[in-house]
């Protein structure tokens, strides 16, 4: 198969890269989850965990974050809230809209969340070096900062 002109011929490209990392990553978030009680996630929850934060978000805001439609996002929260993780409350800055929050369990797995993810960056460091880890992150954030500055 020919590659495409202007890609180097060293590497796969920057896109097939990205799509296998998170692959990746979103398999090794994955796997402890139920022996630390999370067995009911689903990876396509992943999409809504990644992207409610600890005070919550309305649900137009999470599936733009998540780049899912409105009715897939409202979906995976009608799940997450039917599993004990969500709960859909008043947003204080405009009454008729609601945000959608973590409840305590909701709040308990994004914290589990976080120590896995640590694992898996320190693990990812020890195999390519904890440097050289640290500067592709900090390639990829700056990347994101250029190509995205309103999410900041």
Known sequence: MERSRGLPSDRPAVGQLLVRLLHE??????????ERGYGDIRPPH???????????????????RAELSLSAASELINDLADLG?????PD??????????????????LQDAAVRVA??????GGIVGHD????????????????SPEDR
């Not at 694992?119 to 990812?124: R, V």
């Not at 050289?132 to 190509?147: G, I, N, P």
């Open 92 to 109: 204080r800055r405009d009454r008729r809209a609601k945000l959608v929050v973590p409840t305590a369990r909701g709040r308990q797995a």
């Open 25 to 34: 990553f979103r398999r090794e978030l994955s796997e402890p989850m139920a």
């Open 46 to 64: 992943l999409q809504i965990f990644g992207n409610i934060g600890w005070e919550g978000r309305r649900l137009t805001e999470i599936a733009s």
């Open 85 to 89: 993780y969500v709960e859909r409350i």
């Open 119 to 124: 694992e898996i960056e320190h693990h990812w």
């Open 132 to 147: 050289r880890f640290d500067d592709a992150c900090y390639t990829l954030s700056s990347l994101l900062d250029e190509l």
